[in-house]
Nanobody, 112 residues
Framework: QVELVESGGGLVQPGGSLRLSCAASGSIFTINAMGWFRQAPGKERELVAFITSGGSTNYAESVKGRFTISRDNAKNTQYLQMNSLKAEDTAVYYC??????WGQGTQVTVSS
């Protein structure tokens, strides 16, 4: 079992930045891929980015060039650096591990 705890969400103006963190505990030795999904009101949950244990990354087209995913294996933590935020980035962001374990979600609101 893997437990994930997210932090770092909040309210930011368009063009601003936020960094989300997701700390893992439990059976962390089983973790391979980690990543982030988001869900906006009235929309389906969508993949934002993921990173493999080897450091390979993949991004949704809508966030390429603005978001950066990274992980610190020594701290069992992954990060999502979000720059040049837009109103359409507003959503609840969920981290995952191995496409099976999920965090509780953190709200990101981009508004002036």
């Amino acid at each position: 079992q893997v437990e994930l705890v997210e932090s770092g969400g909040g309210l930011v103006q368009p063009g601003g930045s936020l960094r989300l963190s997701c700390a893992a505990s439990g059976s962390i030795f089983t973790i391979n891929a980690m990543g982030w999904f988001r869900q906006a009101p009235g929309k389906e949950r969508e993949l934002v980015a993921f990173i493999t244990s080897g450091g390979s990354t993949n991004y949704a087209e809508s966030v390429k060039g603005r978001f950066t995913i990274s992980r610190d294996n020594a701290k069992n933590t992954q990060y999502l650096q979000m720059n040049s935020l837009k109103a359409e980035d507003t959503a609840v962001y969920y981290c995952h591990a191995n496409w099976a374990y999920w965090g509780q979600g953190t709200q990101v609101t981009v508004s002036s």
